[in-house]
């Protein structure tokens, strides 16, 4: 089994953070899998990130955070038998450039690339997506269309350390 990434993450107010674990709890009521993650939007990941990944996020996050980010479709991620479905965002011009340039940087990345989007379902079995969609879609109405992302962290799980980068 392998480990867990290094991660450059956006965390959400915490009301908003709040509404979203209520929605797994609905979610895992319907009879869905379980959702044990912190509601956050990755920048970048890595078996281990550089300090030059860290230090620039530490130089652009701070004037691109807080920022508001909208949620514009559900994607689905994966080709295997366990999928991930998403909310797909977009954000301010100022996050979206600051994360690309942090993506850039990082040597096990996809490049400038950045697809900003909130993991709803980690490992859904694929027979049960649209199923999964279809509750989600219900439980997450138009109340939950846009976000606050109010801090930006380096998450080394190894460790357990949460090393702030941007925000309160």
Request: charged share 25%.
């Amino acid at each position: 089994m392998s480990r867990s990434p290094e991660n450059i993450l956006l965390y959400l107010e915490a009301q908003e953070e709040e509404q979203l674990r209520g929605i797994f709890a609905d979610l895992e009521s319907r009879g869905f899998p379980r959702q044990n993650q912190t509601p956050h939007i990755s920048i970048t990941f890595a078996p281990e990130l550089s300090d030059e990944v860290a230090l620039r996020a530490a130089q652009l996050l701070p004037s691109a955070v807080p920022a508001r980010l909208r949620r514009v479709g559900t994607v689905v991620f994966g080709i295997k038998r366990k999928q991930t479905v998403a909310w797909l965002m977009e954000t301010t011009d100022d996050l979206e450039i600051a994360a690309r340039e942090i993506s850039a940087l990082n040597i096990h990345g996809r490049g400038p690339r950045w697809v900003p989007h909130l993991t709803m379902g980690l490992r859904i079995p694929r027979e049960i997506v649209p199923d999964y969609i279809r509750a989600l879609d219900e439980l997450g109405s138009e109340h939950q269309l846009e976000f606050t992302a109010t801090r930006a962290g380096l998450w080394k799980p190894k460790i357990q350390q949460l090393t702030l980068l941007a925000g309160e």
